[in-house]
């Protein structure tokens, strides 16, 4: 059984940082792209961020380009995102995701396999 359990949402000021980790279970963590998708209240679910199974290639929406950094540490089935200089559009519940094994990369949720629960990201201004 696949799990994926987000943690280190919470609340924040604007200006602030918070990381998100994601730890993994049931799969072959090294050979699925991990992706990071988010959606505030009223919203669609938004892509943020996604990293290849292989760790060498990234892609960040516009909106978090330069702010965010998504990493993995395959011996321990986690994937993180660093959020550096939050604001108020950033709140959202933040989900993790799995998509692969050995796939092209995607943005799109569609093309994600397993999900996380989500965590909540709130900044206040």
């Known amino acids: 059984q696949v799990q994926l359990v987000e943690s280190g949402g919470g609340s924040v000021q604007a200006g602030g940082s918070l990381r998100l980790s994601c730890a993994a279970s049931?799969?072959?963590?090294?050979?699925?792209?991990m992706g990071w998708f988010r959606q505030a209240s009223g919203k669609d679910r938004e892509f943020v961020a996604a990293?290849?199974?292989?760790?060498?290639?990234?892609y960040y929406a516009d909106s978090v380009k330069g702010r965010f950094t998504i990493s993995r540490d395959n011996a321990k089935n986690t994937v993180y995102l660093q959020m550096n200089s939050l604001n108020s559009e950033d709140t959202a519940v933040y989900y993790c995701?799995?998509?692969?094994?050995?796939?092209?990369?995607?943005?799109?949720?569609?093309?994600?396999?397993?999900w996380g629960q989500g965590t909540q990201v709130t900044v206040s201004s």
């Open positions: 995701a799995a998509d692969g094994p050995l796939a092209v990369m995607h943005t799109t949720q569609l093309e994600y396999d397993y």
């Open positions: 049931g799969l072959s963590f090294s050979r699925y792209n």
């Open positions: 990293m290849r199974w292989r760790g060498d290639i990234t």
